[in-house]
């Protein structure tokens, strides 16, 4: 049984892109492991977010998690400010990492972009907040998309340094699991980006509670090439729209790639889309009206993330006193 932690920024409304690439599998990890989900609205706030927007969107996303199959009897559902300990170890960890290791973040500076200096000093100290958020459950698995690779790489060099600094042996070693064929779902209106929450084109995505209605428009609209499917993977190559929406398929299928183009080669992207709105209406629509259920009970979705607040602070807070100890703070 390994213990698992991953985490989703509860700004907007979480994605196909999440679903495919992090949400399924962490509902399929639940299944004999120590499942532990975060909400990170410490992290949400690296960028300006409205107070009550970012309350609101932490219900939501909550929601639509408990909608996708995180069962919070099972896994430990919480919003990351709950816990102390993250913001605690986060600390150490600024002082562990150095700068030059966060420079070279490649999501900084897509985030950042050209105007580095009016960006928050947070954005920049995001990924020493992601790695105290796994390490401080010790936890080794962690479920995410192609994006955070290099989070968690460095993740793995903060552990390391801190236990060589103090010769300990710690904090142990994490592990990414990335579902290779979904890792990356790119943006429905420009294959070289990904989906993503912050896209300002809501045409660009697919929201885990949209409509039939809005999922199809969106489909529909969505950026093709003009030349029918091809017969194999090679035939995929350099057409990056084409190769998202037959990758969207296939995951949702739950077939390779291989095989969904053996079914629709020759077809054009006017029939395909036809079948793939289908798919992905009979995967969201269940998703979609759960969320709307459980959102009607604001009190009981507090009540679920104080009860998984407290089981992780459990778990956290003695490790997270531990490292404290161990970088030489008084514990009067
Ligand atoms: P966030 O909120 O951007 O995304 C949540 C998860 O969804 C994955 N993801 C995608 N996968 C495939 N295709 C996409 N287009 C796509 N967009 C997003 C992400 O890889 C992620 O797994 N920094 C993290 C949150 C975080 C975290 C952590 C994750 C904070 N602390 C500790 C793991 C462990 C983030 O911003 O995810």
């Known amino acids: 049984m390994a213990r698992i932690f991953s985490g989703i920024q509860p700004t907007g409304i979480a994605h196909l892109g999440n679903y495919l690439g992090a949400i399924r599998n962490w509902v399929a990890l639940q299944n004999g492991n120590e499942g532990i989900y975060c909400l990170v609205d410490l992290h949400a706030l690296t960028v300006w977010v409205d107070p009550e927007a970012l309350r609101a969107q932490t219900r939501t996303n909550a929601a639509l998690l408990i909608a996708c199959g995180i069962d919070p009897a099972r896994s430990i559902l919480f919003n990351q400010s709950a816990v102390h300990a993250h913001a605690r170890l986060a600390w150490i960890f600024n002082c562990v990492a150095r700068f030059g290791w966060l420079n070279r973040m490649t999501q900084?500076?897509?985030?950042?972009?050209?105007?580095?200096?009016?960006?928050?000093?947070?954005?920049?100290?995001?990924?020493?907040?992601?790695?105290?958020?796994?390490?401080?459950?010790?936890?080794?698995?962690?479920?995410?998309?192609?994006?955070?690779?290099?989070?968690?790489?460095?993740?793995?060099?903060?552990?390391?340094?801190?236990?060589?600094?103090?010769?300990?042996?710690?904090?142990?070693?994490?592990?990414?699991?990335?579902?290779?064929?979904?890792?990356?779902?790119?943006?429905?209106?420009?294959?070289?980006?990904?989906?993503?929450?912050?896209?300002?084109?809501?045409?660009?995505?697919?929201?885990?509670?949209?409509?039939?209605?809005?999922?199809?428009?969106?489909?529909?609209?969505a950026k093709t090439d003009p030349e029918p499917l091809p017969g194999s993977e090679e035939g995929l190559a350099q057409r990056p729209e084409a190769q998202n929406l037959v990758g969207i398929y296939a995951a949702l299928?739950?077939?390779?790639?291989?095989?969904?183009?053996?079914?629709?080669?020759?077809?054009?992207?006017?029939?395909?889309?036809?079948?793939?709105?289908?798919?992905?209406?009979?995967?969201?629509?269940?998703?979609?009206?759960?969320?709307?259920?459980?959102?009607?009970?604001?009190?009981?979705?507090?009540?679920?993330?104080?009860?998984?607040?407290?089981?992780?602070a459990a778990i956290a807070d003695p490790i997270v006193t531990e490292a404290e100890k161990i970088v030489g703070f008084l514990q009067p």
Request: charged letters at 30%; zero cysteines.
């Open 253 to 312: 299928a739950d077939q390779t790639v291989a095989e969904v183009l053996r079914r629709h080669e020759g077809k054009g992207f006017g029939p395909f889309k036809e079948s793939l709105t289908e798919l992905v209406e009979s995967v969201i629509r269940p998703i979609a009206e759960a969320t709307q259920r459980i959102e009607q009970d604001a009190g009981e979705i507090d009540r679920i993330l104080r009860n998984g607040a407290d089981r992780a």
């Open 108 to 221: 900084f500076k897509d985030k950042a972009g050209k105007d580095r200096e009016a960006v928050s000093t947070g954005l920049f100290v995001y990924p020493n907040l992601m790695a105290a958020d796994i390490l401080a459950y010790h936890a080794t698995e962690v479920p995410v998309g192609d994006d955070q690779s290099q989070h968690l790489e460095l993740a793995n060099d903060i552990a390391q340094k801190f236990n060589h600094d103090y010769g300990v042996e710690f904090f142990p070693t994490i592990t990414p699991r990335i579902m290779k064929a979904s890792a990356r779902i790119m943006s429905l209106r420009d294959g070289q980006k990904k989906m993503s929450k912050s896209d300002p084109s809501d045409q660009s995505r697919i929201n885990l509670t949209d409509s039939a209605d809005v999922i199809a428009q969106k489909i529909r609209r």
